[in-house]
C-alpha cells in the first residue's frame, strides 16, 4: 500500500499530532471566511457550512431553506435549523417585504463580517413573528 500524497507535504520537524496546514495562495474563484464564523462556539456545523457556502454565492442567489436543501444531503428540516441559528447569531436576517396583492417576498442579506455586539438585533417585520432564539445567543422567547 503508498503512502497518501499528502503525506510527502509534510514539513520536517511537523508535530506529530493535530492539523498541520498545507497552504495554498488561490487567486480566483475563493471566498474569505473569518475565523469569528468559521470558529463559532455555539453555531452547530451545520450552520457555519451553509454561512459560508451563502456568503460565496453571488446577489440574487435563491438561499431559502428549499433551494439550500435540494443542494446538499442535509433535509429541509436541518437547514431551517441552521438558518434559524444564524439568525438568532445575527449572521442572517430574513425579513419580509410586502410586494403587493396581500403577497411578502423574502430577502436575506447576508453580512460577510462579525456581527457587531453592541448592535441591536434588527426590528421584525410586521407580517412575520419575530424567530424563537433558544441557542443563548442573547435573544429571548416571544411571549
Not at 410586502?98 to 455586539?117: C, L, Y
Amino acid at each position: 500500500m503508498s503512502a497518501h500524497p499528502l503525506s510527502r507535504a509534510i514539513p520536517d520537524g511537523a508535530p506529530r499530532p493535530g492539523v498541520i496546514h498545507i497552504r495554498h495562495r488561490h487567486t480566483e474563484r475563493f471566498t474569505v471566511v473569518g475565523n469569528h464564523l468559521a470558529q463559532h462556539e455555539k453555531l452547530s456545523a451545520a450552520a457555519i457550512g451553509l454561512a459560508v457556502y451563502i456568503q460565496s454565492l453571488p446577489d440574487g442567489v435563491s438561499v431559502t431553506a428549499k433551494a439550500l436543501a435540494l443542494r446538499f444531503r442535509e433535509g429541509e428540516k436541518t437547514v431551517r435549523r441552521a438558518l434559524n441559528e444564524l439568525e438568532c447569531a445575527g449572521y442572517l436576517a430574513r425579513p419580509r417585504l410586502p410586494v403587493g396583492g396581500g403577497k411578502f417576498a423574502t430577502r436575506t442579506p447576508s453580512p460577510s463580517r462579525h456581527p457587531h455586539p453592541s448592535a441591536p438585533p434588527p426590528l421584525p417585520s410586521p407580517a412575520a413573528p419575530p424567530p424563537i432564539c433558544l441557542l443563548g445567543f442573547g435573544a429571548s422567547i416571544p411571549g
